[in-house]
């Protein structure tokens, strides 16, 4: 039997609608000697990114602890600010693809923006030029949750005003996937944007 047409479509943010450069911390650890993958396991050590997504801490909190605790294999703290800095200067880009057909499927019905992401959310989407091309926008920061808690999926269903089974939920992270599926809400792995595309065949 077919699957109802979702409600609302309920989508991540990072590895769907927005990327970062392939190369983005390989760069910043060979611009300051550092061994491969040194920032991207500091950045987002567990102990030091849960609290940013979860709003234990702000997002500038966050980056100085990220810097504070390169300080010693950049050579100074100064280094370790200014490749903080670096970092922080993108807000990455969009897939001018997915936010067409999110936007199509926005014309029939609520899309919400469901994603882990720190305090400085709000700056990032305006910067993006994305801040209005959703019906809402659930950031864990905000929440005190991040995904995969049964909490998240719960939150943006009643957010898009629609039961959580007849909500589409769309994550390039397998385990969000499997928890949203768990939560009794329909979910798609994304991985390019045909993924997406079939989706939303109904509401196309």
Same mark, same amino acid.
């Given at each position: 039997m077919d699957e109802p047409i979702p409600r609302a479509v309920l989508c991540d943010l990072d590895g769907v609608l927005r990327h970062f450069a392939a190369d983005q911390f390989s760069s910043l650890d060979a611009a300051n000697g550092l061994p491969?993958?040194?920032?991207?396991? %500091?950045?987002?050590?567990?102990?030091? =990114?849960?609290?940013?997504?979860?709003?234990?801490?702000?997002?500038?909190q966050w980056r100085s602890g990220v810097a504070a605790a390169l300080a010693a294999a950049c050579g100074s703290a100064d280094r370790s600010r200014a490749l903080v800095r670096a970092w922080s200067a993108s807000s990455g880009s969009i897939d001018a693809e997915v936010l067409d057909l999110l936007t199509r499927a926005r014309a029939r019905v609520p899309v919400v923006l469901v994603t882990n992401a720190t305090s400085r959310?709000?700056?990032?989407?305006?910067?993006?030029?994305?801040?209005?091309?959703?019906?809402? %926008?659930?950031?864990?920061?905000? =929440?005190?949750?991040?995904?995969?808690?049964?909490?998240?999926?719960?939150?943006?269903?009643?957010?898009?005003? %629609?039961?959580?089974?007849?909500?589409?939920?769309?994550?390039?992270?397998?385990?969000?996937?499997r928890a949203?599926?768990?939560?009794?809400?329909?979910? %798609? =792995?994304?991985?390019?944007?045909?993924?997406?595309?079939?989706?939303?065949?109904?509401?196309?």
């Amino acid at each position: 039997m077919d699957e109802p047409i979702p409600r609302a479509v309920l989508c991540d943010l990072d590895g769907v609608l927005r990327h970062f450069a392939a190369d983005q911390f390989s760069s910043l650890d060979a611009a300051n000697g550092l061994p491969p993958g040194t920032v991207a396991s %500091v950045a987002f050590a567990p102990e030091r =990114l849960v609290p940013a997504i979860t709003g234990v801490v702000t997002d500038e909190q966050w980056r100085s602890g990220v810097a504070a605790a390169l300080a010693a294999a950049c050579g100074s703290a100064d280094r370790s600010r200014a490749l903080v800095r670096a970092w922080s200067a993108s807000s990455g880009s969009i897939d001018a693809e997915v936010l067409d057909l999110l936007t199509r499927a926005r014309a029939r019905v609520p899309v919400v923006l469901v994603t882990n992401a720190t305090s400085r959310l709000d700056t990032d989407l305006a910067a993006l030029g994305i801040a209005d091309a959703f019906d809402g %926008v659930l950031n864990s920061s905000r =929440l005190g949750a991040a995904k995969p808690d049964p909490r998240v999926y719960r939150a943006a269903a009643a957010l898009a005003g %629609v039961p959580v089974g007849r909500c589409l939920f769309l994550d390039d992270a397998p385990r969000n996937v499997r928890a949203a599926h768990a939560a009794g809400m329909p979910a %798609v =792995l994304f991985r390019r944007p045909d993924d997406l595309r079939r989706a939303l065949g109904p509401l196309l």
